[in-house]
């Protein structure tokens, strides 16, 4: 069966920092587009960060450039998203989602991933 587990959201100060974890059972990281999508309040679902697990290609929206960075540990089966100075409209639900293969990254959209995962709060107060 496959498990998108995720953790690590809370909430924080502007500036601060946080580490999303999203542990994967099931499948291997390798055969996987795998990352996280987010959704603030009234608005759509966004991609925030993926990483193709075949070739280590990475993506990032535009506004989090610079500050988040994905990793995973292949050996855990587990992706992380650390996200550092971080700005109240980083405030969303984020979701751990995956996509089998080796998608194009920027062009993936929330509901047309293979798995999701329940989504973890980051709140962020300025």
């Known amino acids: 069966e496959v498990q998108l587990q995720a953790c690590g959201g809370g909430s924080v100060q502007a500036g601060e920092s946080l580490r999303l974890s999203c542990a994967a059972s099931?499948?291997?990281?390798?055969?996987?587009?795998i990352g996280w999508f987010r959704q603030a309040p009234g608005k759509e679902h966004e991609g925030v960060s993926l990483?193709?697990?075949?070739?280590?290609?990475?993506y990032y929206l535009d506004s989090v450039k610079g500050r988040f960075t994905i990793s995973s540990d292949n050996a855990k089966n587990t992706v992380y998203l650390q996200m550092n100075s971080l700005k109240p409209e980083d405030t969303a639900v984020y979701y751990c989602?995956?996509?089998?293969?080796?998608?194009?990254?920027?062009?993936?959209?929330?509901?047309?991933?293979?798995?999701r995962g329940k989504g973890t709060l980051v709140t962020v107060s300025s």
């Open positions: 990483l193709r697990g075949g070739d280590g290609t990475t």
């Open positions: 989602a995956a996509k089998r293969g080796s998608p194009y990254l920027p062009a993936l959209h929330y509901y047309g991933m293979d798995y």
């Open positions: 099931g499948f291997a990281l390798g055969d996987y587009a």
